[in-house]
């Protein structure tokens, strides 16, 4: 497990050192999910326009990102997909990272009921590889809510990061924050070359 002290540093360092790293969930149920991450994106709080904490205002939906690194913050889009962040920095610093994308390695059948409907057997190629290869795709194939998880622990016996391989990292924009202002050209976004469970492989890289 990693400790606290990884998570309560500067976010954009944090952000590339997270790819690689083995998240693991475990349910109430005893269900075991585990996944590599190999996309990640940083939110750099007050002065991010793309953050939910651009301006520093705390809000009942934001409240996690206030909390001590290490914290998970949860939140919904479209009113359907739970996305999933580690808060960075520390105590009253809302910072933190983005899982985009995860690469599985456990509990592979659980996460194909869950996207699909259907055993990993029956699943295309295209099928699979959609399984975890985005923000919203791998919330639903982990079981992530906000209601059971927002505020949760990174530093727990039930959801934690550990250390794993890691390939070559490159770094791009990030995605789907058109109306960022200058934000939206930050190269904060983190994910490992050529894996097929990175949601997209931009031609700008740096």
């Known amino acids: 497990m990693l400790p606290r002290t990884f998570y309560e540093r500067p976010t954009l360092d944090v952000a590339p050192e997270l790819i690689g790293k083995v998240l693991t ?3 109430d149920d005893g269900t075991h999910l585990k996944g590599r991450i190999v996309e990640v994106e940083a939110y750099i709080g007050p002065d991010d326009r793309a953050s939910h904490t651009y301006g520093g205002k705390q809000t009942v939906r934001n409240q996690s990102m206030f909390k001590q690194g290490g914290t998970a913050y949860v939140y919904i889009i479209y009113g359907l997909h739970h996305c999933m962040n580690v ?3 520390g105590i009253g610093k809302p910072e933190g990272v983005l899982l985009r994308a995860v690469e599985p390695l456990e509990g592979i059948e659980t996460m194909s009921m869950r996207r699909y409907g259907k055993p990993i057997e029956d699943l295309t190629r295209r099928e699979r590889l959609n399984l ?3 923000p919203g795709k791998f919330g639903q194939a982990f079981g992530i809510s906000r209601d059971g998880m ?3 622990d990174f530093c727990s016996s ?3 990061l550990e250390d794993g391989e890691r390939g070559t990292v490159l770094r791009s924009k990030r995605i789907g ?3 960022s202002g200058e934000a939206k050209d930050y190269l904060w976004r983190f994910y ?3 894996n097929p469970y990175v949601s997209k492989h ?3 890289t740096e």
């Open 132 to 134: 975890t290869n985005g």
């Open 177 to 179: 924050i058109p109306n």
């Open 25 to 27: 969930i475990i349910h």
């Open 202 to 204: 931009p031609k700008e």
């Open 150 to 152: 927002d505020g949760h």
């Open 87 to 89: 808060v960075t920095r």
């Open 192 to 194: 490992e070359a050529d």
């Open 158 to 160: 039930t959801l934690f």
